[in-house]
């Protein structure tokens, strides 16, 4: 699984993207951010409050309990403002 992290949310993990693999258990996407949090510290400081974060999922906007699986492109980024 290829994953993406966008503006502060790559700075605390310390990475612009990787490639993961998760645990069979890991089914959706607040199942794989409740796993990156284990990852690092970086990783923990960024998902610390998953409500302050967004997800993609294969450039789709993706609520919590969206599917993932191992040959997914997932994006994490902060709520997005316009002005």
């Known amino acids: 699984m290829k994953i993406l992290y966008f503006a502060w949310v790559r700075q605390r993990v310390g990475l612009a993207e990787e490639e993961v693999a998760p645990p069979a258990d890991v ?3 607040a199942g794989l951010v409740a796993w990156l949090a ?3 510290p970086g990783h923990a400081s960024a998902f610390a409050d998953p409500r302050q974060i967004r997800a993609a999922v294969n450039q789709d906007f993706a609520s919590p309990d969206q599917a ?3 040959s997914d492109e997932v994006a994490f980024f902060p709520p997005v403002t316009g002005g």
């Open 38 to 40: 284990t990852r690092s």
């Open 27 to 29: 089914r959706d996407v």
């Open 68 to 70: 993932v699986a191992a």
